[in-house]
């Protein structure tokens, strides 16, 4: 191989790695909702918080959507784990809605919050955050007195 069609090869390679990468998000009909639009607060949640899930909307149509339906589940995508199902009414065209949904009473482990949506009878997407929750620590009684008073 000549010189010039390495150099012409590896400056393509490195013009490849030098671009940034194109986070996958889920769009159904001009609705798309990206897994690192989602904010979870607190971040680094212990065992009995509640925690906030705020979630955006964006519509990337040059007109307004309307009927944007959501559900929110804990753990699975199961009727028995849904911790808020709505309708946003309407998006402005290219613009956003954040919705924030409250999951109570954590418990320690690996958790998982699960967003479905579905736009303009589109298809129904679904992704999902991943978290964990620290547990408390374990207190022992070693020892008890009783004092008169």
């Known amino acids: 191989m000549s010189k010039r069609p390495a150099m012409v090869l590896l400056?393509?390679?490195?013009?490849s790695l030098a671009s940034p990468m194109a986070v996958s998000?889920?769009?159904?009909?001009?609705?798309?909702?990206d897994a690192s639009n989602v904010t979870l607060q607190p971040s680094a949640p212990s065992a009995g918080d509640d925690m906030a899930?705020?979630?955006?909307?964006?519509?990337?149509?040059?007109?307004?959507?309307?009927t944007v339906e959501y559900t929110v589940y804990k753990d699975a995508v199961n009727p028995d784990k849904v911790l808020e199902q709505g309708i946003i009414e309407e998006i402005p065209a290219n613009g956003m809605d954040t919705k924030?949904?409250?999951?109570?009473?954590?418990?320690e482990g690996a958790h998982r919050v699960w967003i479905s949506f579905e736009h303009a009878g589109d298809t129904r997407q679904t992704l999902s955050v991943p978290f964990n929750v620290s547990g408390l620590p374990d207190?022992?009684?070693?020892?008890?007195?009783v004092l008169n008073a």
């Open 53 to 66: 899930i705020s979630i955006v909307f964006l519509n990337t149509a040059s007109q307004t959507a309307f």
């Open 100 to 107: 924030t949904v409250y999951w109570n009473g954590l418990t």
């Open 25 to 33: 998000a889920e769009l159904s009909g001009s609705i798309e909702v």
């Open 11 to 15: 400056a393509l390679l490195l013009c």
């Open 139 to 145: 207190l022992r009684v070693t020892g008890a007195e």
